[in-house]
């Protein structure tokens, strides 16, 4: 898994939550020139949750 994942034209609103389907904790992330960095932790890139998918949800506030 890498260190960082980038959604290309996708910009959630500021306070909103992007997490890691099968990983507890929120995402670090932030939105650059309309696009999302999501910070992948090095736990979570060690051992992830799923080795052929991985699905983000973004919880709008």
């Known amino acids: ?3 960082q994942i980038i959604l290309k ?3 959630p609103a500021a ?3 992007v997490r890691l ?3 507890a904790q929120p995402l670090v992330w932030e939105c650059a020139a309309g ?4 910070q992948v932790p090095e736990a979570l890139r ?3 949750p799923c080795n052929y998918a ?3 949800s973004i919880a709008l506030h």
């Not at 696009?35 to 999501?38: G, S």
């Open 1 to 3: 898994m890498p260190e």
């Open 46 to 48: 060690n051992t992830p």
């Open 15 to 17: 306070g909103s939550a």
């Open 54 to 56: 991985w699905v983000f």
């Open 9 to 11: 034209n996708i910009c």
């Open 21 to 23: 389907l099968g990983h």
């Open 35 to 38: 696009d999302t960095r999501i």
